[in-house]
């Protein structure tokens, strides 16, 4: 069984900038979306660790951060959440992608 660090450093780095929004900003929805995006994630790199095709959960928060993150930086402009948040998420989408083909 090989732990998948990587996802479960996505997935605190995504919790991480949820609390950090919510500090910065006082944010509460910021900290929701962190912990609930963050949770989804870390429950994907959980389920990868034990089967590593199993790629839905991990998949699916990283596609969906992507799309809304990718929507907010477009609006913005600002690399700082939105920017950074959306290439984290866009690589984690082509990683997960190319070890479901390999």
């Known amino acids: 069984m090989a732990i998948d660090w990587i996802g479960f450093g996505y997935a ?12 910065k900003k006082g944010s509460v929805m ?3 979306a962190g ?18 095709r199993n790629i839905k959960f991990s998949l699916l928060s990283s596609a969906v ?5 990718g929507m907010r930086y477009k609006k913005s402009g600002k690399l700082l959440p939105a920017g950074i948040v959306t ?15 390999m």
């Open 35 to 52: 912990l609930v995006f963050g949770g989804l994630a870390a429950y994907g790199a959980y389920n990868m660790s034990i089967d590593p």
């Open 87 to 101: 290439g984290l998420s866009l690589l984690m989408v082509f990683r997960l992608l190319l070890l479901f083909v």
């Open 65 to 69: 951060l992507s799309v809304v993150m």
């Open 12 to 23: 605190a780095a995504i919790a991480f900038g949820g609390f950090m929004g919510y500090k």
């Open 30 to 32: 910021s900290l929701v």
